[in-house]
Structures are given as structure tokens and as C-alpha cells.
């Protein structure tokens, strides 16, 4: 029993054709995936693949370094949206708190 990560097409929103209700059923598809899993996989979105492919070889070969050279990108004991997150600084009850 494997886990299916939700998938969001947003293609409605570069379409000028799309209809509101396209739109709409991409905005819930969103709001959903949010709510329940805080991620999504994004197709639709018009981004080449050789690019998503790139940033994907990038984001692997920077997590197989070694923690001192991640830890140059943190933002130390707190959490922000950029840089490394170090483990133990991210929970769901933090979150929630």
C-alpha cells in the first residue's frame, strides 16, 4: 500500500481559454492538498522538463553534501523560507501551536 502524493494541474491558469470552473477545480485541487499534506506535485505548469530535471539534480546533489556545507545555508535555530533547515527545527507541533 503505497502513498499517492496529490498532483495539481494549474495549465488552466495559462490557458486563456480555461473557464472559471477549470480555474476553480485548481484552486480546490490546491486548497486540498494543502490542508491535508502541506505539498503537492505541480503538472500543468509549462516549465520545461529539462529544467525541472536540472533543479532536481541540483536539489539531490546539494542534500548528499555533507551537514557542515548545508548548514552554511541555514538560518540557524529558527525556521524561514529560504536556506537549510536543519533537522529537529520544523514539527507539526510547532505548527500548530
Known amino acids: 500500500a503505497g502513498v499517492t502524493i496529490p498532483t495539481v494541474d494549474v495549465s488552466a491558469?495559462?490557458?486563456?481559454?480555461?473557464?472559471?470552473?477549470a480555474r476553480g477545480e485548481a484552486v480546490r485541487a490546491w486548497d486540498s492538498a494543502?490542508?491535508?499534506?502541506?505539498?503537492a506535485r505541480?503538472?500543468?505548469h509549462g516549465v520545461p522538463q529539462g529544467d525541472v530535471d536540472a533543479l532536481r539534480a541540483a536539489a539531490?546533489?546539494?542534500f548528499d553534501e555533507p551537514l557542515e556545507n548545508k548548514l552554511r545555508y541555514?538560518?540557524?535555530p529558527t525556521y524561514g523560507p529560504e536556506?537549510?533547515?536543519?533537522?529537529?527545527?520544523?514539527?507539526?507541533?510547532?505548527t500548530l501551536a
Open 60 to 62: 539531490l546533489a546539494f
Open 13 to 21: 491558469f495559462l490557458d486563456p481559454a480555461a473557464s472559471e470552473e
Open 34 to 39: 494543502m490542508a491535508f499534506w502541506g505539498f
Open 83 to 94: 536556506g537549510y533547515t536543519a533537522r529537529g527545527i520544523e514539527s507539526v507541533g510547532r
Open 42 to 44: 505541480v503538472v500543468g
Open 74 to 76: 541555514s538560518q540557524g
